[in-house]
């Protein structure tokens, strides 16, 4: 988020969505002086109500069968009536539940994306075809980040200009 701030002016409204107590508790810190942010201890998937997630990973949350117990929302409800123009998903495996609980935006909206594409072996074919079933007006880039202690190999979804019908 700090790294958004710091590359993009002119935004109107920031919604953060963080599972972990800690995380969200460090997110909230790190954008204390940011306006305009709604803040969700959520989990993002493709369903409302509860879920178990991993605790004491950090970066590393993610849902498993026995931990500890936090909301779950879609993407699509945190975001009612607000046009979405950048979306950013980095859910720990879950990407192609979290796009389809914003399957809304991405028909109506059409944002920009990033997604994350490193968690699983399929993700490289799975969401590029999960986002296109939804929208078909994206061109879908991919670029790998080498840094430490970590890495992210990500999909950008930019929307298609279309410039009218063909002369």
């Known amino acids: 988020m700090l790294d958004f701030k710091s590359r993009v002016n002119g935004f109107d409204k920031i ?11 460090k997110l909230c810190e790190n954008t204390k002086d940011t306006e305009n942010i709604i803040y969700h201890n959520k989990y993002i998937s493709d369903h409302t109500g509860t879920i178990e997630i991993s605790s004491g990973k950090g970066r590393g949350t993610s849902s498993v069968k026995k931990g500890i117990t936090v909301e779950c ?10 046009k979405v123009t950048f979306l950013k998903a980095d859910v720990e495996g879950e990407e192609i539940k979290m796009i389809s609980g914003a399957s809304r935006i991405i028909a109506e909206d059409c944002p ?13 074919w799975t969401i590029p075809e999960a986002v296109l079933s939804i929208n078909k007006n994206y061109d879908v880039y991919m670029r790998h980040f ?8 990500l999909f950008y979804f930019i929307p298609k200009i279309n410039y009218g019908p063909p002369r």
């Open 15 to 25: 919604i953060a969505a963080e599972p972990s107590p800690r995380s969200f508790k």
């Open 73 to 82: 929302d879609t993407a699509d409800n945190l975001t009612t009536n607000i």
């Open 112 to 124: 920009k994306m990033q997604i994350a594409c490193y968690h699983k072996n399929d993700d490289l």
């Open 146 to 153: 080498p840094y430490l202690p970590a890495w992210d190999t």
